[in-house]
Antibody, heavy 121, light 107 residues
Framework: DVQLVETGGGLIQPGGSLRLSCAASGFTVSGNYISWVRQAPGMGLEWVSIIYPVGSTYYADSLKGRFAVSRDYSKNTLYLQMNSLRPEDTAVYYC???????????????WGQGTQVTVSS | DIQMTQSPSSLSASIGDRVTITCRASQSISDYLNWYQHKPGKAPQLLIYAASSLQRGVPSRFSGSGSGTDFTLTISSLQPEDFATYYCQQSYSAPHTFGQGTKLEIK
């Protein structure tokens, strides 16, 4: 079965850094497209990033330069490094596996349970 | 970036009603459009991908249509478990933006 488990969330002060982990099972992070999506309190879903199997990465314009995705193949785990955090980054962060029908018609078929990040002094 | 606009933002309906939610893209996205259902405290669930393909395991009362800039999600006969928030998402170009959501409530 496909499973994604996010960890690493918590309370962090503005300007701080945090690294979220997304442990995958039932598939390989090296061979799949994986996205991060977040939901701020009372708000809708916001797309954060996607990483391709070949390593290409794309980010929401508002996050470029502050967030970065990486992978550890030996642990089959994806990471989201978040720097210079702001109160508006407070959200539940989901990692999700991305498939496609006719390439590159992508869609998210599996989601983790999410991890809460709170940026506050 | 491609902007996705859903309407309505909220909707009250009764069990058994037929409900339609619309999603409009700021530019043509062909059929690169997905629909998700999201309930509080749970992970979102894929309903429809590529505008009209029903995800395996999703009830057939859900259907999607559209191409280009205008899309619809239809629930043919509302069931109690369908009350949730629904999002469209484009995957035509990164960032793969979501609509703002449509909250479906019980009348």
């Amino acid at each position: 079965d496909v499973q994604l488990v996010e960890t690493g969330g918590g309370l962090i002060q503005p300007g701080g850094s945090l690294r979220l982990s997304c442990a995958a099972s039932g598939f390989t992070v090296s061979g799949n497209y994986i996205s991060w999506v977040r939901q701020a309190p009372g708000m809708g879903l916001e797309w954060v990033s996607i990483i391709y199997p070949v390593g290409s990465t794309y980010y929401a314009d508002s996050l470029k330069g502050r967030f970065a995705v990486s992978r550890d193949y030996s642990k089959n785990t994806l990471y989201l490094q978040m720097n210079s955090l702001r109160p508006e980054d407070t959200a539940v962060y989901y990692c999700a596996r991305v498939l496609y029908s006719n390439y590159p018609n992508f869609y998210i078929d599996s989601w983790g349970q999410g991890t809460q990040v709170t940026v506050s002094s | 970036d491609i902007q996705m606009t859903q309407s309505p933002s909220s909707l009250s309906a009764s069990i058994g009603d037929r409900v339609t939610i619309t999603c409009r893209a700021s530019q043509s996205i062909s059929d690169y459009l997905n629909w998700y259902q999201h309930k509080p405290g749970k992970a979102p669930q894929l309903l429809i991908y590529a505008a009209s393909s029903l995800q395996r395991g999703v009830p057939s009362r859900f259907s999607g249509s559209g191409s280009g800039t205008d899309f619809t999600l239809t629930i043919s006969s509302l069931q109690p478990e369908d009350f949730a928030t629904y999002y469209c998402q484009q995957s035509y170009s990164a960032p793969h933006t979501f609509g703002q959501g449509t909250k479906l409530e019980i009348k």
